[in-house]
Each structure stands twice: as C-alpha cells, then as structure tokens.
C-alpha cells in the first residue's frame, strides 16, 4: 500500500511564503515523490515543479525564480518552497510519487493554498 500525503497548506497573503510537504511511504520499492502539480475549478492540471530523467527540476515558467523545490531523500519526502506568492498561485497543490521499477504513479490527495491580494 502506498501513501502520498501532503501538507502545509493554507491561507496567505500575496507576497509572503508558504512551504508544501509531501511524505511517500509504502510497500513498493523505490517509490519516490517527484513533482509538485496544482488545480483550480474548472481547469486542468498543471505542473509546477518536477524532477526530470536528468535530475534535474523542471518549473513552470509562472513560478520561476518564486519556488524551489528539494527532496530530503532519508525522508522520502519532497518539499515546495513558495515565494513571493500571487493571488493566481491560488490552487489545490497535488504530489506525484513515481515507482520507477512498475512504472506507475501515485497522486496525494492534494492541500488547499490560498493567497489573499
């Protein structure tokens, strides 16, 4: 069974910084979380941030420069550092954990962020 729970959400005025958690754990192996994705009504999912084949991180262009995203990898856990934060940051942020080894995903059940203008 495997748990993608994330955390740190909440109400925020533009211009200030929230930080996301994002704890993977369960009974795959070598399932990591890898990339943040956010939603608003009515509208498809977007990326935000993910760690791509190389390594490296990949952003969306609206939130470079404003978030960072690291791993700790003794936690298994992926954070989202949000900076600067605009109203149109606004979103339910969601987690996607990857098993590499079966090739298959898993998504959290997302945290509410909220920025107030």
């Known amino acids: 069974q495997v748990q993608v729970v994330e955390s740190g959400g909440g109400l925020v005025q533009a211009g200030g910084s929230l930080r996301l958690s994002c704890a993977v754990s369960g009974s795959i192996f070598s399932i990591n979380p890898i990339g943040w994705y956010r939603q608003t009504p009515g509208k498809q999912r977007e990326l935000v941030a993910r760690i791509n084949s190389g390594g490296s991180t990949n952003y969306a262009d609206s939130v470079k420069d404003r978030f960072t995203m690291y791993r700790d990898n003794a936690k298994n856990t ?7 934060v605009k109203p149109e940051d606004t979103a339910v942020y969601y987690c996607n ?14 945290t509410l962020v909220t920025v107030s203008s």
């Open 78 to 84: 992926l954070y989202l550092q949000m900076n600067s």
């Open 97 to 110: 954990a990857h098993a590499q080894a079966y090739g298959l995903d898993y998504w959290g059940k997302g």
